[in-house]
């Protein structure tokens, strides 16, 4: 069994602050664990992924994640956030069994950018 | 390449009607998935498949069926239409040589009146 909790559906920062949204997993075997960002109206786009090589994982944008096994988390964080990174934001956990491609999706944060 | 694509985008339905919603991905991979999005809920997994003539029950299978006859095609079918299937629904795709990462189509949304 596997399962994804965000916290904060909805989290709000200034523009150039630091963006930090949390994920906590669970997962019977070694997870692969995932972020999509979801911007109004589309699909959802792959931000960056662990797979168990790097701990710390970078992705597009300017995002990176972190994979914590001791505190099962997967916080994601970016330095400065920009007016365009408003969206909504999803935490996912895939097992290895079943194929690996059964992913658990968190229940999303909202991200909102001020000036 | 055109990645996942999805048809219709927009779909109303009445209670009890039937209707197949497609997808289609042209990357060959072997994996492909249906979820739905509800408000507060994140994506939940429909159905998915490993291979052509493989599929297997998600988190929320009920009131839809899929086959999957082909490497490249993935339909879900709503057999009887209920208010409680309205949503957005996703297909993805995804292949063990890309370490499962799940490549999504642009989503259907679906309404049942």
């Known amino acids: 069994a596997q399962s994804v909790t965000q916290l904060g559906s909805h989290v709000s920062v200034s523009e150039g602050a630091l963006v930090l949204l949390r994920c906590n997993y669970s997962s019977s075997g070694p997870p692969y664990l995932f972020w999509y960002v979801q911007y109004p109206n589309q699909g959802l786009q792959l931000l960056l992924k662990?797979?168990?090589?790097?701990?710390l994982v970078k992705g597009i944008n300017g995002f990176e994640a972190e994979f914590k096994k001791s505190e099962t988390s997967f916080h994601l964080t970016k330095p400065s956030a920009h007016m365009s990174d408003a969206a909504e934001y999803f935490c996912?956990?895939?097992?290895?069994?079943?194929?690996?491609?059964?992913?658990?999706f968190g229940t999303g944060t909202q991200l909102k950018v001020e000036l | 390449n055109a990645g996942v694509t999805q048809t219709p985008k927009f779909q109303v339905l009445k209670t009890g009607q039937s209707m197949t919603l497609q997808c289609a991905q042209d990357?060959?991979?072997?994996?492909m998935s249906w979820y739905r999005q509800d408000p507060g809920m994140g994506l939940r997994l429909i159905h998915y498949?490993?291979?052509?003539?493989?599929?297997d029950q998600g988190e929320v299978p009920n009131g839809y069926n899929v086959s999957r006859s082909t490497t490249e095609d993935f339909p879900l079918r709503l057999l009887s239409a209920a208010p409680s299937q309205t949503s957005v629904y996703f297909c993805?795709?995804?292949?063990?040589?890309?370490?499962?990462?799940?490549?999504f189509g642009p989503g259907t949304r679906l309404t049942v009146l």
């Open positions: 993805a795709s995804s292949t063990r040589l890309g370490g499962y990462t799940q490549y």
């Open positions: 498949s490993v291979g052509a003539g493989i599929t």
């Open positions: 662990y797979t168990s090589a790097a701990t």
């Open positions: 990357m060959n991979h072997e994996y």
């Open positions: 996912a956990v895939s097992g290895l069994t079943g194929g690996g491609n059964k992913l658990t």
